[in-house]
């Protein structure tokens, strides 16, 4: 039996209650900023849909295409045939950025994939305008693709699908804003799927069929569909003399709407994340 020298035990009591100095603490890495971040999430998606996303993207085109094709027995010209060609064409852009992104967001959500994001210093919004921006770009060949062959299919002048380059993104942004909200708030991803498919049938009945022939309730119903503005801007330029300030006007509005249900998107995206 070893006996302990008092001096001993009293030195090792005094160091056990000594006041340690705090460790060092590093701070954490800065919030990455909003164009970084939203570069960074627009590229992986962009891959991703790139990979994923082709044969529904040709499916789109396809099905845009079957519906010109149809309505060429019933309308000959005229408005009807610009509200036909224009409808179809953004409907390339509602298939892609407003069903397939709230099936995205519905499947991130109900997969917990929303918690990778949100361990990640990257700002809300970085990550819905980086999947919007991607899925909305993903639709310009299918869209371009549908307006041309549409043009030739019902003789109208090609000469102003460049404004297809600002209907693209705007279209996009609004339709793209919707799909994201729908999916975040769907409770279910069962859910989400149901409600970007009535979307998208909905941008078709509303968007490809011409609104003079619409009974008065559904054409109100049709000034609410974000991608309506997109539509009648594209149908102006297929007159032999469009007017430009009207144009101008429907994708002023396209883009506020866009600009709106992108924010909404973000909300919804901040209220999913913290569940």
Same mark, same amino acid.
């Given at each position: 039996?070893?006996?302990?020298?008092?001096?001993?035990?009293?030195?090792?009591?005094?160091?056990?209650?000594?006041?340690?100095?705090?460790?060092?603490?590093?701070?954490?890495?800065?919030?990455?900023?909003?164009?970084?971040?939203?570069?960074?999430?627009?590229?992986?998606? $962009?891959?991703?849909?790139?990979?994923?996303?082709?044969?529904? #993207?040709?499916?789109?085109?396809?099905?845009?295409?079957?519906?010109?094709?149809?309505?060429?027995?019933?309308?000959?010209?005229?408005?009807?045939?610009?509200?036909?060609?224009?409808?179809?064409?953004? $409907?390339?852009?509602?298939?892609?950025?407003?069903?397939?992104?709230?099936?995205?967001?519905?499947? #991130?959500?109900?997969?917990?994939?929303?918690?990778?994001?949100?361990?990640?210093?990257?700002?809300?919004?970085?990550?819905?305008?980086?999947?919007?921006?991607?899925?909305?770009?993903?639709?310009?060949?299918? @869209?371009?693709?549908?307006?041309?062959?549409?043009?030739?299919?019902?003789?109208?002048?090609? @000469?102003?699908?460049?404004?297809?380059?600002?209907?693209?993104?705007?279209?996009?942004?609004?339709?793209?804003? =919707?799909?994201?909200?729908?999916?975040?708030?769907?409770?279910?991803?069962? $859910?989400? @799927?149901?409600?970007?498919?009535?979307?998208?049938?909905?941008? =078709? $009945?509303?968007?490809?069929?011409?609104?003079?022939?619409?009974?008065?309730?559904?054409?109100?119903?049709?000034?609410?569909?974000?991608?309506?503005?997109?539509?009648?801007?594209?149908?102006?330029?297929?007159?032999?003399?469009?007017?430009?300030?009207?144009?101008? =006007?429907?994708?002023?509005?396209?883009?506020?709407?866009?600009?709106?249900?992108?924010?909404?998107? @973000?909300?919804?995206?901040?209220?999913?994340?913290?569940?």
């Amino acid at each position: 039996m070893s006996i302990v020298p008092a001096e001993a035990v009293s030195a090792t009591v005094q160091e056990a209650h000594e006041v340690r100095p705090d460790p060092v603490r590093h701070p954490l890495a800065p919030r990455a900023r909003l164009l970084p971040a939203l570069a960074a999430v627009y590229r992986a998606q $962009l891959s991703r849909a790139r990979v994923a996303r082709i044969p529904l #993207l040709f499916v789109a085109t396809f099905q845009s295409v079957g519906i010109m094709v149809l309505m060429r027995g019933v309308v000959d010209g005229g408005s009807e045939a610009r509200a036909v060609v224009a409808g179809s064409s953004v $409907l390339v852009v509602a298939f892609v950025a407003l069903n397939l992104l709230a099936q995205y967001f519905g499947q #991130l959500r109900a997969s917990g994939g929303l918690d990778h994001y949100a361990t990640l210093p990257v700002p809300p919004a970085a990550v819905v305008l980086g999947a919007a921006g991607a899925y909305a770009s993903f639709t310009v060949p299918g @869209t371009i693709v549908t307006a041309v062959i549409g043009s030739v299919l019902f003789g109208l002048p090609l @000469t102003h699908l460049w404004v297809l380059m600002a209907v693209i993104p705007l279209a996009g942004a609004a339709l793209a804003g =919707l799909g994201a909200a729908l999916g975040l708030l769907a409770p279910r991803q069962e $859910l989400a @799927t149901l409600l970007g498919q009535l979307g998208m049938s909905a941008a =078709l $009945l509303l968007g490809v069929l011409p609104a003079g022939r619409l009974p008065e309730p559904v054409a109100y119903a049709r000034d609410l569909l974000p991608s309506t503005y997109g539509v009648e801007a594209l149908a102006r330029t297929f007159d032999p003399h469009p007017h430009w300030p009207s144009v101008a =006007l429907d994708l002023a509005v396209c883009a506020v709407v866009g600009v709106v249900s992108l924010a909404v998107a @973000t909300w919804a995206y901040r209220r999913a994340a913290v569940r």
